[in-house]
C-alpha cells in the first residue's frame, strides 16, 4: 500500500493539477453557454428579423461544425486575425460558444412552451414586453430549462478533454503525461474516470437541488 | 346618459373566413355596470378581448375614457395605435379571466402587489398595504404567502379579482369568470363581485352564462347572438318579458339547462 502511494503519489497531484485545469474550463465555459444560450435563444425569439437571423447563423454554425474544428480555429486562427488568444481563453470560447448554441435552443423551447394566457395576463396587468419576459415568463422557462442545462453542462465537461488537443493541461492531458512517463494506462485513466463522474455527479447534484428550489409550490410539482 | 367611458362605433372583427363581430356598435356610461349574455360564438367574449386589447378589430372605431383605443391621431387623422398608445390606454383597463391566469411561480401577494410597482411606480411598501386591503375584501388575507397552485378555483378567481382592481382601472371586464369553477365555488366569487358593484362606481363589462346573477347585478343586459346585438334593455325587461324571439329562445334554452333567472 505504501508502495503504491510512493510510486503514484506525484503523478496523482499532477492529475489533481489538471482537474482544477478542468474545473476551471467547466464553470467559465458553462457561464459564458449560459450568456450564448440565453442572448441567442431570446435572439431567435425576437421580432426583428435581423436578430432572428443573426442568433439562427449563429446556432447552426456552431451546431453544425465539429468542437474540435472550432478550437483550433479559435487558438490557431484568431491570432492569425490579430487577435492574440491564450490557450485557455480559446478553449472556454469554443466550449461556451459550443455548448451555447444548444442551449439557445434550450432557452426557445422553454420560453415558447409558456401558455398565451401569461402573456394575456402581463397585458391586462399592463407590464411591458421586456418585465413579461423578466417577471413572468423567464421565470417559469427557466425552471423548464435546468433538467436540459444540467445535461448540457456535462456534456460540456466532459468535451473539455478536447483542449489537451491545443496543449492545454487539463485533466485529460495529465493523464496522457503520466501514461507516457510510467508507462501504465490503467491507474492514470481509472484516476480520471472515477474524477469526471465525480465533476458531473457535482453538477448533476446542484441542479437538482436548484430545481428543487424552484419548483416548491408549482402546479403538478407538489410533494 | 352623461358622456359614454365606452364607445363602440361600427366594429368588426373577422377570425379568417369566420365575422365573429358585425358592425358592433354600442355605448357604456360611466359606472355602468353592463352584462353580455348570449350563445358561444356570439361574439360577447371577443368584444371583451379587443377592449383589453388582446385581439385587433378588423373595421369601426373604439374610444374608451374619450381616446380612440386601436387608433391614434396621426397628421389630422388617424393611425393604427403603436404600443406606447396601447400601453397608455390599457392602464386604463383590467380584466378578469375565466382561467384565473395567476402568475404560477409567485405568492398571492406577489401577484397583486407587483404589477401596480412595474407599471405605476408605486413604493413596495405601499404596494403592499394596498394589495393586503384588496385580499383583505375579497376574503384572501390568510393566504396571502400561498402559491396559486395550493388554492382552489374560487380563491384563485377571488386573487385575479385582486390583482386587476390593485391597478384601479377605470373599467373592469369580466370574462365567465366563473365559467370554470365547480358548481359549490361559484357563489364566493359572485359575492365579491355584487360588493364591488355595490361599493365602487367602476364601470363594469361581465360576460356570463350566470343568468339569475346578471339579473341582480347588471343595469343594462345586451344579448348577443351571431356577432350583433340582438336585443339590449334593463335586466327585468330582457329576462322576464324579451322582445325577440331568439332572445326567447335563448333564455329557454337556458331555464331548460336548469338555471333559474
Not at chain 1, 69 to 89: M, S
Not at chain 2, 170 to 186: C, Q, R, W, Y
Amino acid at each position: 500500500m505504501f508502495d503504491f502511494y510512493d510510486r503514484w503519489s506525484g503523478y496523482i497531484d499532477l492529475i489533481l493539477q489538471g482537474a482544477l485545469v478542468t474545473i476551471e474550463l467547466t464553470l467559465l465555459g458553462c457561464a459564458l453557454a449560459l450568456v450564448m444560450a440565453f442572448v441567442a435563444g431570446l435572439g431567435r425569439l425576437s421580432q426583428h428579423w435581423y436578430l432572428r437571423w443573426l442568433a439562427t447563423t449563429y446556432i447552426e454554425f456552431f451546431r453544425g461544425t465539429s468542437i474540435f474544428v472550432q478550437l483550433f480555429w479559435a487558438y490557431f486562427v484568431l491570432p492569425l486575425l490579430g487577435l492574440p488568444i491564450t490557450p485557455l481563453q480559446a478553449a472556454i470560447l469554443a466550449l461556451g460558444l459550443n455548448v451555447g448554441a444548444y442551449g439557445a435552443e434550450v432557452v426557445r423551447g422553454a420560453v415558447r412552451s409558456i401558455g398565451r394566457e401569461q402573456y394575456e395576463a402581463c397585458i391586462a396587468c399592463n407590464l411591458s414586453r421586456f418585465q413579461t419576459m423578466r417577471y413572468v415568463i423567464l421565470p417559469q422557462a427557466f425552471v423548464i430549462m435546468l433538467p436540459t442545462f444540467g445535461n448540457n453542462a456535462i456534456e460540456l465537461l466532459k468535451g473539455t478533454a478536447v483542449v489537451s488537443l491545443i496543449s492545454l493541461a487539463d485533466m485529460t492531458f495529465q493523464a496522457q503525461v503520466v501514461r507516457a512517463q510510467t508507462g501504465s494506462t490503467a491507474v492514470p485513466f481509472i484516476t480520471i474516470l472515477i474524477l469526471y463522474f465525480l465533476m458531473a455527479s457535482a453538477i448533476a447534484w446542484v441542479v437538482r437541488r436548484l430545481e428543487n428550489r424552484l419548483t416548491e409550490g408549482l402546479e403538478g410539482t407538489r410533494k | 346618459m352623461p358622456d359614454a367611458i365606452i364607445e363602440i362605433d361600427k366594429v368588426s372583427k373577422r377570425f379568417g373566413q369566420l365575422e365573429v363581430l358585425k358592425d358592433l356598435t354600442f355605448n357604456v356610461a360611466p359606472g355602468e355596470k353592463l352584462a353580455l349574455i348570449g350563445p358561444s360564438g356570439s361574439g360577447k367574449t371577443t368584444i371583451l378581448r379587443i377592449l383589453m386589447t388582446l385581439e385587433q378589430i378588423n373595421g369601426g372605431h373604439i374610444k374608451v375614457d374619450g381616446e380612440q383605443l386601436w387608433h391614434m391621431p396621426a397628421n389630422g387623422g388617424l393611425a393604427p395605435a403603436n404600443e406606447a398608445h396601447l400601453h397608455r390606454m390599457r392602464a386604463k383597463i383590467g380584466m378578469v379571466f375565466q382561467l384565473f391566469n395567476l402568475f404560477p411561480h409567485m405568492t398571492v401577494l406577489r401577484n397583486v402587489m407587483l404589477p401596480p410597482i412595474l407599471t405605476q411606480g408605486v413604493r413596495k411598501e405601499d404596494a403592499e398595504a394596498r394589495a393586503m386591503e384588496l385580499l383583505d375584501m375579497v376574503g384572501m388575507a390568510e393566504k396571502a404567502t400561498a402559491k396559486p397552485a395550493q388554492l382552489s378555483g374560487g380563491q384563485k378567481q377571488r386573487v385575479a379579482i385582486a390583482r386587476a382592481l390593485a391597478l384601479q382601472p377605470k373599467v373592469m371586464l369580466f370574462d365567465e369568470v366563473t365559467s370554470a369553477l365547480d358548481p359549490e365555488l361559484v357563489e364566493e366569487v359572485l359575492n365579491v363581485m355584487r360588493r364591488l358593484a355595490e361599493e365602487t362606481d367602476m364601470t363594469m363589462l361581465l360576460v356570463t352564462h350566470e343568468m339569475s346573477f346578471a339579473h341582480d347585478f347588471a343595469d343594462r343586459v345586451l344579448f348577443f347572438d351571431g356577432g350583433r346585438i340582438v336585443e339590449e334593455g334593463p335586466p327585468d325587461q330582457i329576462f322576464t318579458n324579451p322582445r325577440e324571439e331568439r332572445t326567447q329562445g335563448f333564455l329557454k334554452k337556458v331555464i331548460a339547462a336548469g338555471q333559474r333567472i
